[in-house]
């Protein structure tokens, strides 16, 4: 890719490979200005669309933690906003890590990482999902790879949450699942994207998958 042209708020905006974060499977993220991302969809769908725009209308990025990384704005491939192809999100500062890092205890004692240093690392992301349930939000696709924490003991055992666009709310679901942290009782299940099926108890489940993993 040498650049690409988009469009946030009927403004022109131009990327290029310099600035590309990280590719994954859904979508290439890219840093934008001095602390925000824009994820651009490999293939966006009018299914993207809609749940994107749910969100915008019933305000659900403007009612939860800060900690919980929401899309803020279309992002489309004209200046009409007819044709959304991602979104802006605050960008993840280069310092935190993916909470999987907390499994490993030599990472761990290389950071000064005292078991409640953990503890309090991993009641802060319980806070996090509590609230997320209070908003009939469910995460669906909860994992130690997208939750990430500060790994240094002198800093604050807070806990920021990314992928937030495969949650589940409203009538759209979280179309992806990780298999070490899926209810068994969702083992039976080919299509996540079909209608939603995940449910409070169900991120329980992977929450406890989780500290399991952590502790």
Not at 51 to 72: G, M, R, S
Request: hydrophobic share 40%; net charge negative.
């Amino acid at each position: 890719m040498a650049t690409r042209t988009v469009y946030i708020n009927q403004q022109k905006v131009t990327l290029d490979a310099s600035a590309l974060i990280q590719a994954g499977g859904e979508g290439l993220v890219f840093a934008h200005g001095r602390d925000q991302a824009i994820k651009l969809y490999h293939q966006p769908t009018a299914a993207h669309a809609e749940k994107l725009t749910y969100l915008w209308q019933n305000q659900l990025n403007q009612v939860l933690p800060t900690a919980v990384y929401w899309p803020h704005t279309a992002v489309t491939d004209t200046p009409h906003n007819d044709h959304i192809i991602g979104f802006t999100m605050p960008r993840l500062a280069s310092n935190w890590q993916p909470i999987k890092r907390l499994s490993n205890p030599t990472y761990s004692r290389r950071h000064g990482l005292t078991l409640p240093h953990i503890v309090d690392t991993l009641r802060h992301a319980w806070h996090v999902l509590h609230t997320l349930h209070q908003n009939h939000i469910i995460v669906g696709d909860l994992n130690d790879h997208n939750i990430f924490f500060a790994p240094h003991a002198d800093q604050p055992n807070t806990t920021i949450w990314l992928d937030t666009d495969s949650y589940q709310f409203g009538p759209h679901p979280c179309p992806v699942a990780l298999q070490t942290f899926l209810d068994p009782q969702l083992y039976h299940i080919s299509d996540f994207s079909s209608r939603p099926v995940f449910t409070a108890e169900s991120d329980w489940y992977a929450f406890f998958v989780l500290v399991i993993k952590s502790l």
